[in-house]
């Protein structure tokens, strides 16, 4: 696990993935910060974060749409499936590599918590409470794209694919007015990614959320080893 | 070291492999032979455990690879049919990383120095493996498959695409590994499997069609024993001609000699062609040395590699098995093919060879 992480650590660097992911990152965080945090007059981040799920639902894809799908087409995956490691040290190993960027990049919040200092005073509950979803929004997010990046042997498929169903998780909470089936609006409802990060931003720590987004990063999770061992026996 | 027993791969209704058993013993250098789509790699992928059998059992080293793969893993190194490199790293970052994703655990540094130099990589450690050229990457990819000297080394197709000093270079290496290590290398080059290994095993349609080394493969198939002389008689005239021919003919087990054309100025060339019970080389040898002949060249013309690799492959149809080998009793099977290729297949099969030939 640690070899196959710090490969993709290496990778994400060697490739240019990280800069442009980080460099996207700040853009827009900085962004934000200026017109939804300074402007307003408050040291309350929050507008930074409710904002900045939009962008991490395009950002991710990018970090996750090579991890699998890469191996695959080049066949390095042939070294990796019969080296003797087990099937979820090397999904692991790579997932935690894409958190460790993300982990970087969200990281940036702690510059502007110093900034805000300047101006006033921080209210660090709010701000780490924030902190705290977005790492889970994350952590969840990185599974779903690496799940799949493994179902794929193109980069660009893999990307617009998780795109796709990352805009749909975020969708989904603005049309569950118009579904009229009871279950399925509450189904939608408790599954809405979206729904559950606002209420962070909001300053409610919700203890089943903290579980929602931990069990889809490690059902995802879960899924990429079974593809990857389902492939060996078709 | 290695035992497949009824090994089957099925892709739906297709079988990839089907019933394949073998053994392997511990330092022996094993070629599979098989035209293209024979099922060599599907073979060795369930070797190393990248694809699952549909049924069957593999034993390396007595570990079954289903069971406990990471043990049974951990025995293998494995050189694909496409190196598993990572081009946008340096040879020694990715030696490295294959270090580390190995477990292994000898001295580092001494032991990346040991593998770089045995593959002659030591040169190119510094550079990125995308700036390599085809040579170096297979060397690479070897270098990565004796990462943790594991005992049994699995090479698909080492040598393709390389260049025939490169070609030459990759054998002498395989050649020197199997002193250490059991290794099976799959081609469809013929002269390279006659170079390198000490056994064969022909698979053609997923199934063992021959297994034994290259002798006694041909000797199962063929009942005919040839040779050509080439001998300098006494006078260096055309009388020499039928002197030799009669001393030869008398020797016990010749069935049948003919004096062949002058090749040289006043030598001649025989043809002999003996019961194929009788070894009559030594009888040949001690009848020109009494007569004080020169012996100037001996070749057995019997099947060659390739003939045996077409009479195979070809659905040429054959039957006959011998007890060739004594550790491993009835090695040699040759199996019946079901002559179900059509002669378009055979076409193929021989200007691929052509092919072959020809980057030699």
């Known amino acids: 696990m640690g070899a196959i992480y710090r490969r993709e650590m290496g990778a994400f660097f060697t490739s240019g993935v990280a800069y442009v992911f980080l460099a996207v990152f700040y853009v827009f965080s900085g962004y934000y910060f200026y017109n939804d945090v300074i402007q307003s007059g408050f040291t309350d981040a929050s507008p930074l974060f409710k904002n900045m799920f939009r962008i991490v639902l395009f950002l991710i894809p990018i970090l996750t749409m090579r991890l699998l799908s890469e191996e695959k087409k080049n ?6 499936l019969t080296a003797p490691i087990g099937l979820s040290e090397i ?9 460790t960027i993300y982990i970087i990049a969200e990281s940036i919040i702690f510059v502007y918590a110093i900034i805000l200092g300047y101006l006033g005073d921080v209210v660090w509950a709010t701000l780490l409470g924030n902190y705290f979803a977005m790492l889970l929004l994350g952590a969840a997010f990185i599974a779903v794209g690496l799940f799949i990046s493994s179902l794929t042997e193109n980069q660009m498929t893999a990307a617009v694919f998780s795109m796709a169903v990352l805009f749909v998780c975020y969708l ?3 049309f569950t007015d118009k579904i009229e089936t009871k279950w399925l609006n509450d189904l939608v409802k408790e ?3 979206y729904d559950r990060y606002i209420e962070f931003t909001q300053g409610i720590f919700n203890l089943t959320s903290v579980l929602f987004y931990i069990s889809a990063a ?4 879960f899924f990429t080893v079974r593809v990857l061992e389902k492939r060996r026996w078709s | 070291m290695i035992e497949v027993k009824n090994l089957v791969k099925r892709y739906g209704d297709k079988k990839a492999v089907n019933n394949i058993s073998f053994k392997v013993e511990k330092g022996e250098i094993l070629g599979f032979l098989g035209p293209n789509g024979a099922g060599k790699s599907t073979t060795m992928n369930m070797l190393t455990g990248y694809i699952s059998s549909t049924s069957g059992q593999i034993l390396i080293n007595g570990t079954d690879i289903l069971e406990d793969p990471k043990k049974a893993k951990s025995n ?6 496409i190196p598993p490199l990572y081009v946008d790293m340096t040879v020694d970052g990715y030696l490295n990383f294959v270090y580390d994703l190995k477990k292994c655990k000898l001295p580092r540094k001494a032991h990346l120095k040991d593998v770089c130099d045995l593959c002659k990589i030591s040169d190119v450690r510094n550079r990125l493996i995308k700036n390599l050229s085809k040579g170096y990457k297979q060397r690479v990819g070897l270098a990565q498959a004796l990462v943790n000297n594991p005992p049994v080394l699995i090479l698909d197709e080492p040598t393709v695409g390389l260049d025939p000093k490169q070609i030459i270079e990759i054998r002498t290496l395989i050649k020197k590994l199997g002193k250490r290590h059991t290794v099976i290398l799959s081609s469809h080059i013929l002269p390279e499997i006659q170079a390198v290994c000490d056994r064969i095993i022909i698979i053609n349609k997923g199934v063992v069609a021959a297994d034994g080394t290259a002798d006694e493969i041909a000797n199962s198939l063929t009942n005919e024993h ?3 002389l080439r001998i300098e008689g006494p006078t260096h005239t055309i009388s020499d001609k039928a002197l030799i021919t009669d001393a030869i003919r008398a020797i016990n087990g010749v069935k049948y000699v003919r004096a062949d054309m002058e090749r040289e100025k006043g030598i001649y060339d025989f043809d002999v062609e003996t019961d194929g019970k009788t070894d009559v080389r030594r009888a040949i040898n001690a009848l020109c040395s009494e007569k004080g002949w020169n012996i100037l060249m001996l070749q057995l013309s019997d099947l060659t590699l390739e003939d045996i690799f077409m009479k195979i492959t070809t659905g040429e149809q054959y039957e ?3 007890n060739a080998s004594s550790e491993m009793k009835p090695r040699i099977n040759i199996v019946l093919d079901s002559g179900e290729t059509t002669n378009s297949d055979n076409d193929n099969a021989g200007s691929e060879l052509d092919d072959n030939g020809g980057v030699q």
Do not use: H
């Open chain 1, 218 to 221: 490690f059902l995802f999770n």
């Open chain 1, 172 to 174: 989904s909470s603005s």
């Open chain 1, 75 to 80: 066949r390095t995956d042939q070294g990796l």
């Open chain 2, 226 to 228: 040839k040779m050509t």
């Open chain 2, 76 to 81: 293998i190194g494995y050189l694909p049919e």
């Open chain 1, 191 to 193: 599954l809405s990614f």
């Open chain 2, 320 to 322: 006959g098995a011998i």
């Open chain 1, 91 to 99: 999904v692991v190993g790579k997932y935690l590599a894409a958190l």
